[in-house]
């Protein structure tokens, strides 16, 4: 009897220890998928992988810091980070009376973000795993040509301050994962991969001096102006940028 | 030595004032080789690389001379040839008497194929087996990093090719990026004159 009961116990604190060092994560089957800029209309191919559920929160990101304190606003080397990494704080460990700790954490710069998933024994998503993860919509993997699939993008775009909602506020897709469209932007760990420059003016001719082999650049879908959009934005990133609406999730092989 | 408040005695002994043995202060653990670099320095940068010798460094060790750096790859047919030709274009055209204050590191995008070996067939090929010459090989991830520190972008686009910004650039001797060069064949007059800046700096 008491072999079970302490059987029992075990079980459930085992329980709660894998529920909370490992919360959230989905499993997604890999596969195979034409991305907005694909080379030369190749097919990229996905492994399995898994995913966080929610993008990392205001929460989590404080729990980071206090453990390394090198991400502190004032400690965070600025070769790192730009001058509004986490500048809606209140200090280096207290957030401001209006965040939410359920809402995702932002003002982040690529370091901060492939760091904190490092010390989580994660990564940072590929730009091709999250646009895999990111094209399903409720019931379907890739539902990136449905009219009210790209209507819902692009009217989040138009909104201002969906950052300030919390986690799984938005809906969750076909690979059970919320929020991939209507809270935050993310980061991707070869954002930089993106081979246009920031400013659109600069990509038609001197293009070809600036880009080796610039042929890269063939939108395969030109109507997915949402991907686009993406794309543009990760094009005018730099990693230590912090942007307000910018947020991340990590990934795991 | 210290006992009251914010004063600091340079003997050991008791406190004047309250007579309390004074207590050593905790020293503090100093890295200099750290202190004297900035916080935008890239010797901040912790990834570890192999030259085309076969050694393994740290960023750091390249510390103390203006660096020139490219990124690169050697099986590169389009763009990389131009960039090579632009950075030993540089390189000639630096005054005798500042020559061995500049290093030119040139870094592979593709470390799984540039291996010390391959890198060190490339400098010989290329007349840059002489020490101002460095060639590194580092991990996918910390290529990925140095990248964004230069806000080089590139893309694999296929096993033996890469699409990448064609961008040189000048760190000073602490490692504190002073210029960028951006583009093929581009007149390196600015570049050139920031290189000499530095140096005499």
């Excluded at chain 2, 900035?38 to 010798?53: H, P, R």
């Excluded at chain 2, 990248?147 to 590139?154: C, D, F, S, T």
Aim: glycine share 4%; net charge neutral; with cysteine.
């Amino acid at each position: 009897m008491k072999t079970i009961v302490r059987l029992a116990v075990t079980m459930l604190f085992l329980n709660s220890i894998i529920a909370n060092c490992q919360p959230k994560m989905v499993k997604i089957k890999g596969g195979t998928y034409i991305p907005l800029y694909g080379t030369n209309n190749q097919k990229v191919t996905i492994d399995n992988f898994y995913i966080d559920v929610y993008p990392v929160t205001n929460q989590e990101f404080l729990e980071f810091v206090k453990k390394h304190p090198e991400w502190k606003r004032s400690k965070a080397l600025k070769l790192f980070v730009d001058d509004n990494y986490l500048n809606d704080w209140k200090s280096d460990t207290i957030l401001n009376t209006n965040q939410n700790l359920q809402s995702p954490i932002t003002s982040i710069s690529w370091f901060a973000a492939k760091n904190y998933c490092e010390a989580q024994n994660k990564r940072l998503p590929t730009v091709d795993e999250w646009e895999y993860v990111a094209m399903s919509n409720e019931n379907m993997p890739d539902a990136r040509t449905l009219k009210n699939y790209n209507e819902f993008i692009l009217s989040w775009y138009e909104k201002p301050k969906t950052n300030i909602q919390t986690i799984g506020s938005t809906f969750q897709n076909y690979w059970k994962v919320y929020d991939m469209h209507g809270l935050v932007w993310e980061w991707t760990s070869d954002f930089n991969a993106v081979l246009i420059s920031g400013e659109s003016r600069k990509d038609v001719d001197k293009d070809n001096d600036l880009f080796c082999g610039s042929a890269a650049v063939n939108a395969t879908d030109l109507m997915n102006y949402a991907a686009f959009m993406r794309y543009a934005i990760r094009g005018s990133l730099k990693a230590k940028y912090t942007m307000k609406n910018l947020g991340f999730r990590c990934v795991k092989d | 030595m210290k006992c009251e408040g914010e004063k600091i005695y340079a003997d050991e002994g008791s406190c004047p004032i309250c007579k309390m043995d004074l207590q050593p202060i905790e020293e503090e653990v100093k890295n200099f080789s750290l202190e004297e670099i900035t916080e935008t320095s890239i010797f901040n940068l912790t990834s570890k690389w192999n030259t085309e010798e076969g050694e393994e460094i740290t960023l750091k060790k390249l510390k103390g001379k203006t660096l020139v750096m490219v990124m690169i790859y050697t099986t590169c047919k389009a763009a990389c040839p131009r960039l090579v030709a632009d950075m030993r274009n540089i390189e000639v055209k630096i005054p005798a008497e500042f020559k061995n204050e500049v290093q030119y590191i040139m870094v592979s995008i593709d470390p799984k194929n540039d291996t010390p070996k391959r890198l060190k067939e490339f400098a010989i090929e290329n007349l840059m087996d002489d020490e101002k010459w460095t060639f590194l090989q580092g991990t996918e991830d910390g290529v990925r990093e140095f990248a964004n520190v230069l806000a080089v972008k590139y893309k694999k686009i296929s096993p033996l090719d890469f699409s990448h910004s064609n961008i040189i650039s000048v760190f000073n001797p602490q490692g504190d990026l002073v210029h960028q060069q951006e583009g093929l064949g581009v007149d390196n007059k600015i570049t050139i004159e920031k290189i000499i800046e530095t140096v005499k700096k």
